[in-house]
């Protein structure tokens, strides 16, 4: 294991994680058009982060009759908002800093593409084309200013990071992988991008990189691809999923010049998520 220390932690936050158990909690969604399938897997949620008059919205991917769709709802489950349309499979919402527009992923072209919309689904636009390359784009997330977008690009044989303008200009090459790179996740001050890479199922290793130059601070060998590293809101920490010598999967955080590990069960968990 290699890492280089960063800044001096502060007070911890708490962390949610996800556990895999054998028996999923399952819900129901108000009514609405088209309205998503229910049960275990049916849905998805994605960022929290807009506000409808002073109200956060979430939003998150389901599954219907008709497509798999994005919709934005209320905390308290009120006002259930279908914000994308047609048969396509649309997923991977990802708020906008500023609260006003969603990037995400949607085959509607004929192939997955990372597209831009209101934040009440509105002038959709599509950002990328990476038809000619042939790769699958997918997972974006906005630069803290909101400037800039960072998404996955995906061959059969590598998934690259790159890096554009929120309007879809200036698409740049952030990383060449030699295995599939994936969930990158920007550091609160914009400085640094997080992200895990490796082969499907296997070992991965936690690359931090900076912005500017490209250069690494620091590489964590015992990742795994059950989700993005997660940023601490002060950004001087990072939680990961990683998995021992022993094969258990458990939550760790990089901070203070180590490594912590935070969760020890037997249970599979996936996912964590810092409190803001």
């Not at 936050?13 to 158990?21: G, K, M, N």
């Not at 919309?117 to 636009?125: F, Q």
């Not at 020890?264 to 409190?275: H, K, L, M, R, V």
Request: charged share 15%; aromatic share 8%.
């Amino acid at each position: 294991m290699h890492y280089a220390p960063c800044a001096a932690s502060r007070r911890p936050r708490a962390i949610c994680v996800a556990l895999l158990a054998p028996a999923l909690l399952s819900f129901t969604l108000a009514a609405c058009a088209d309205e998503p399938t229910t049960g275990p897997g049916a849905a998805t949620a994605s960022s929290a982060a807009s506000t409808d008059g002073g109200q956060p919205r979430i939003a998150f991917n389901a599954s219907t009759s008709n497509g798999r769709h994005i919709y934005a709802i209320n905390p308290d489950g009120s006002r259930l908002t279908r914000l994308t349309r047609g048969s396509s499979l649309n997923h991977a919402a990802a708020w906008s800093p500023d609260r006003r527009r969603i990037a995400f992923v949607s085959n509607r072209s004929g192939r997955s593409e990372i597209h831009v919309m209101d934040a009440n689904g509105k002038n959709v636009r599509q950002l990328t084309n990476f038809a000619s390359s042939g790769a699958s784009v997918g997972t974006p997330s906005w630069s803290p200013d909101g400037t800039k977008i960072v998404f996955v690009a995906t061959n059969p044989a590598t998934g690259d990071i790159y890096v554009m303008d929120a309007d879809g200009s200036n698409v740049t090459q952030f990383s060449a992988c030699t295995a599939a790179c994936e969930y990158p996740s920007w550091s609160p001050d914009g400085a640094w991008i997080a992200y895990p890479s490796g082969v499907a199922s296997g070992p991965h290793t936690v690359i931090i990189q900076s912005v500017a130059e490209g250069r690494t601070l620091g590489l964590v060998a015992n990742a795994t691809d059950t989700g993005r590293p997660r940023w601490s809101p002060a950004g001087t920490e990072l939680a990961y999923v990683g998995r021992d010598a022993a094969g258990q999967v458990d939550v760790y955080v990089i901070g203070g010049g180590q490594v912590r590990r935070i969760t020890n069960s037997a249970a599979q968990e996936q996912f964590p998520s810092w409190a803001q």
